[in-house]
Each structure stands twice: as structure tokens, then as C-alpha cells.
């Protein structure tokens, strides 16, 4: 393990140790392991956090964009616009569900879906548009739900890596039809295992994916529609409730942390290094805290040799990714999001960073760079 890792699960169990153990023997305790009364609890909790009327939980949060999707009717045949720099469950959960991915280029400050491209990628067959709150910067939600009015379309969130987000103080996930969130160990709330869950205000949706993540049955083995399992367990439940009551002060942290950083390398003034843009209106949660730098692969491994861990996310656009190569129009381009692949380089962000560390990278960092203007 490097000595400063990306994030630090065992650190976060440590500092809610007593807590986690006792909600972990309470489901040993009942007995009960698969939805539950913690699922429940846990269900209307996120709804109350992000200010919707129903939460249902679900395996992962490819599920929950999967479902989302088909209990919104997207189905073969139509078109889904999403951005073309994302983890590839984005677009994988549309395909999923027989529709065809458009992707739009990104806006090179946020890294979010360029809002000024998307009206140029709607089509007759287009249905709906899936913003993606990409390393915990919410999309221009306002922006997105105008065009979604003007063209009839749905709106699914991923907001996978953006839980406790605000636009003009509202929830991502409050914004569209639905919006996924992720429970994978390193998000912002992360469970012990995998899950996720979707987000509504939409009776219809909230019913639908309750019937859908439980092969469809009403009723114990009657089946009036073909579902799948994807529920999410007791345990895991009860680990996220106890992670959910700490997750405003984690988020907190996580910006304080970014502050840090931002100012600290303000002080190097590097001019191929750019820090994270926040946008007017927007609370950026940083599940990321991703710089861009023109000598990326050169500056990661000098902070791998340090005992630095830095990752890239992503280092391929999803356009480029084979395994969507039949969906993909070969006409389009998107440069700026090629851009960022060759830049972008995440720094360790995880609410139980010090300030000592954050300042250890950014010396590491101005060492990488420019050795001459270390902080003294
Ligand atoms: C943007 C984005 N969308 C979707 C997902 C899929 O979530 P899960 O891993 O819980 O299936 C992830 C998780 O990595 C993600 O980062």
C-alpha cells in the first residue's frame, strides 16, 4: 500500500468503529439479510437527504441507472444523450436497455457534459438526456431540465459520485425523473460491499422499480413483469445508516480539503497545472479532487515513487471504448474530453486526510514540476 493512498476505507471504519460493529449485530441479531427494515429506513433517509418524495434501493448503481431507464420507457430504438467522459456504466446501463448512447463533448472546466453542445445531438428518436455529476461537480441542473421541457424529454441523473451535491441549493437526483446513486465501497457514502439506490419524486417510477428489482413479482411468485434481482441487503443497509449520518460533515471535510489543496498550489504558481473549476451556484462535494496537467504521466509517477497515490479517471473517452464501438457515430468528435484523458490526475481525497499530508503532496507535486519553487 503507498503511504499516502486515494482513499482510506480503513481509516473511515476506524473513526465510526463502534458505531458500524453495533449495526452490523443488529442484523446478525434479527436474522433478516435481504430488504428489510433497515433497507426501509435506509430508503426514506436518502429520500429525506436529497429532498424526493421515494428512495428505492437497489444492488448497484448500474442497477439504479439501468432501472431508472426502463421504468422511465426508454427502451430499442431510441436515443439516450450523455456525455462522452464518464466511468462506462453510464453508458453501458443505456445500451442495457436497447437504446443507442449519443454522447456530447464536455465542458473542459467542470468536465461535465458541455450543455452549450447538447441541443445540436437532439433527434426525432432522442427520449432522454443522463447527466452525469462527474467527480462530484453538479451539472448546470436548471439548464439541463429547460432543455428537457422545450423537448420532451426524461432525465435520468447519474449521481454515482456526487451524493450530497447541490445546484442552487437543491439535491442532484431532485432535478430529473430519477436520479442513481452509487453505495460502492469509495464513493462518498460507501457501503461494505456493492449497492445503490434511485431517487424520485415520481410515484410511478418509485413503484415501477420496486416491482422491477424483484423480478417483477407482486406478490409472493406472481410475476407481472420481467424484473431481475437487485436488492440490497441488510447489512449493507445498516452499514450506509451510519455512514449517512456523518456524510454533511464528510462532504464538508472533502471541500475544506480541495480548499486546501486549491490554495496551496496557488501559492506554487505553476502555469501547466489547473485546479478544480466550481461553477457559480454549484456544491462541489469532490469524491475527486482532480487536477489537469500537461505532463500527467511524468508528475503521477514521480508522486508513485514518493508513495503517492494518484489515479486517472478516465483515461479513455466512452466513444473509444470497444465494447460500444456499434453504437458509436463515427462523424462526431470529442476533443475536449480526449483533452482531458492525456490531463486529468486525481490526488488522494478522503475525508480523513490531514492538512500535513495535503501540504506533503503538494511539495511532492512542486518537486515533480518545478524543484526550484518549493514552499518553503
Ligand atoms: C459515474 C458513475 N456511474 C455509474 C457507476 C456505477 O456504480 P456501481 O459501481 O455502484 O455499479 C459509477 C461507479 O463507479 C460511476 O462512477
Redesign the pocket.
Given at each position: 500500500m503507498p503511504t499516502i493512498p486515494l482513499v482510506d476505507l480503513q481509516a473511515q471504519y476506524r473513526s465510526i468503529k463502534t458505531e458500524i460493529d453495533a449495526a452490523i449485530q443488529g442484523v446478525l441479531d434479527r436474522g433478516q439479510f435481504i430488504l428489510g427494515p433497515e433497507v426501509e429506513a435506509l430508503e426514506q433517509e436518502v429520500a429525506v437527504a436529497c429532498g424526493t418524495r421515494y428512495a428505492v434501493a437497489v444492488a448497484?448503481?448500474?442497477?439504479a441507472?439501468e432501472l431508472s431507464l426502463r421504468a422511465c420507457g426508454i427502451t430499442t430504438g431510441d436515443e439516450v444523450i450523455t456525455t462522452a467522459y464518464?466511468?462506462f456504466?453510464?453508458a453501458e446501463a443505456i445500451v442495457a436497455v436497447g437504446a443507442t448512447p449519443v454522447f456530447v463533448d464536455i465542458d473542459p472546466l467542470t468536465y461535465n457534459l458541455d450543455l452549450r453542445r447538447l441541443e445540436s445531438h437532439i433527434t426525432p428518436k432522442t427520449r432522454a438526456l443522463l447527466p452525469?455529476h462527474?467527480y462530484g461537480h453538479p451539472c448546470a441542473m436548471d439548464q439541463v431540465m429547460a432543455i428537457a421541457k422545450q423537448h420532451h424529454l426524461r432525465v435520468v441523473e447519474?449521481c454515482?459520485?456526487a451524493i450530497g451535491a447541490r445546484y442552487r441549493a437543491q439535491a442532484v437526483g431532485a432535478f430529473g425523473d430519477a436520479g442513481?446513486l452509487?453505495?460502492?465501497p469509495s464513493?462518498n457514502l460507501g457501503g461494505y460491499g456493492?449497492?445503490?439506490m434511485v431517487v424520485t419524486s415520481d410515484p410511478a417510477i418509485a413503484d415501477q422499480i420496486r416491482l422491477l428489482r424483484t423480478h417483477g413479482s407482486q406478490g409472493k411468485y406472481w410475476h407481472v413483469a420481467l424484473g431481475t434481482n437487485s436488492r440490497l441487503d441488510e447489512l449493507q443497509a445498516a452499514i450506509l445508516r451510519v455512514k449517512l449520518r456523518h456524510l454533511d460533515r464528510w462532504n464538508a471535510t472533502r471541500r475544506h480539503h480541495a480548499t486546501r489543496y486549491t490554495e496551496q498550489l496557488a501559492k506554487l504558481s505553476l502555469p501547466e497545472l489547473v485546479v478544480p473549476t466550481v461553477v457559480p451556484h454549484a456544491e462541489h462535494v469532490y469524491h475527486q479532487y482532480t487536477v489537469r496537467v500537461t505532463q500527467r504521466d511524468q508528475l503521477k509517477e514521480s508522486l508513485t515513487q514518493a508513495g503517492i497515490s494518484a489515479q486517472v479517471y478516465y483515461p479513455s473517452i466512452l466513444p473509444a471504448q470497444p465494447a460500444l464501438a456499434p453504437c458509436v457515430s463515427r462523424s462526431r468528435s470529442y476533443p475536449e474530453a480526449e483533452q482531458a484523458c492525456h490531463q486529468v490526475l486525481s490526488l488522494p481525497m478522503f475525508p480523513e486526510l490531514s492538512g500535513e499530508t495535503i501540504d506533503q503532496i503538494v511539495r511532492q507535486i512542486a518537486r515533480a514540476l518545478h524543484p526550484s519553487r518549493l514552499p518553503a
Open positions: 448497484s448503481g448500474t442497477d441507472l464518464s466511468f456504466a453510464t452525469v462527474l447519474d454515482a459520485q442513481a452509487s453505495f460502492f464513493k456493492d449497492g445503490g
